[in-house]
T-cell receptor, first 115, second 117 residues
Framework: GAVVSQHPSRVICKSGTSVKIECRSL??????MFWYRQFPKQSLMLMAT?????????EQGVEKDKFLINHASLTLSTLTVTSAHPEDSSFYIC???????????FGPGTRLTVT | AQKITQTQPGMFVQEKEAVTLDCTYD???????LFWYKQPSSGEMIFLIY??????QNATEGRYSLNFQKARKSANLVISASQLGDSAMYFC??????????????FGSGTQLTVLP
């Protein structure tokens, strides 16, 4: 199946700093990528939908100035958590779709810890 | 209202036995897709099986089968011959709209399955 990578897999940062997470589709062109957030023992919550070359669409309650998403190419989307706070500590997972296929291919996730 | 409901937060099954994980959904869209994912403790989301709303047959993938009851709006996952490696969190998810629309998935709350030796 298609491969999606995320980098880094784990990151620890100090409160107030910014962290960038990359999501890459390695063997296909992803017209749409999704960013999810997952707290321990909870479900995945969609944060935003990112289409190549256009602005991301954020879900209600997600601060777009805090969670900056860029989808500059068909194989790369980035999520930047700006001025991170301890409550931003979570597991962030991206997924990608090839054209409008039915299956989403998930990245392995990034565990963010803000101290 | 919840779009995807998984009523079993935790399930136990004996190794080699079959287990059914429940999932009900709510949508007014006639075209939709239902998915099951497995999430082990490592966190990766592993796609297991897909059922389209217009599919006549229940989906099967190896030891996984999906018991699709459209009138009841249920899409239960059946795992046959459970293995210790099946212990994980399982999520049911739905995409509303046809496969030609790149809409997001809505996930249920998950079921933590533990396979006992």
């Amino acid at each position: 199946g298609a491969v999606v990578s995320q980098h880094p897999s784990r990151v620890i940062c100090k409160s107030g700093t910014s962290v960038k997470i990359e999501c890459r589709s390695l063997d296909f062109q992803a017209t749409t990528m999704f960013w999810y957030r997952q707290f321990p023992k909870q479900s995945l919550m969609l944060m935003a939908t990112s289409n190549e070359g256009s602005k991301a669409t954020y879900e209600q309650g997600v601060e777009k100035d805090k969670f900056l998403i860029n989808h500059a190419s068909l194989t790369l989307s980035t999520l930047t958590v700006t001025s991170a706070h301890p409550e931003d500590s979570s597991f962030y997972i991206c997924s990608a779709i090839y054209l409008a296929g039915y299956e989403q291919y998930f990245g392995p996730g990034t565990r963010l810890t803000v101290t | 209202a919840q779009k995807i409901t998984q009523t079993q937060p935790g399930m136990f099954v004996q190794e080699k036995e079959a287990v059914t994980l429940d999932c009900t959904y709510d949508t007014s869209d006639p075209s939709y897709g239902l998915f099951w994912y497995k999430q082990p403790s490592s966190g990766e989301m592993i796609f297991l099986i897909y059922q389209g709303s217009y599919d006549q047959q229940n989906a099967t993938e190896g030891r996984y089968s999906l018991n699709f009851q459209k009138a009841r709006k249920s899409a239960n996952l059946v795992i046959s011959a459970s293995q210790l490696g099946d212990s994980a969190m399982y999520f049911c998810a739905m995409r509303e709209g046809s496969s030609g629309s790149a809409r997001q998935l809505t996930f249920g709350s998950g079921t933590q399955l533990t396979v006992l030796p």
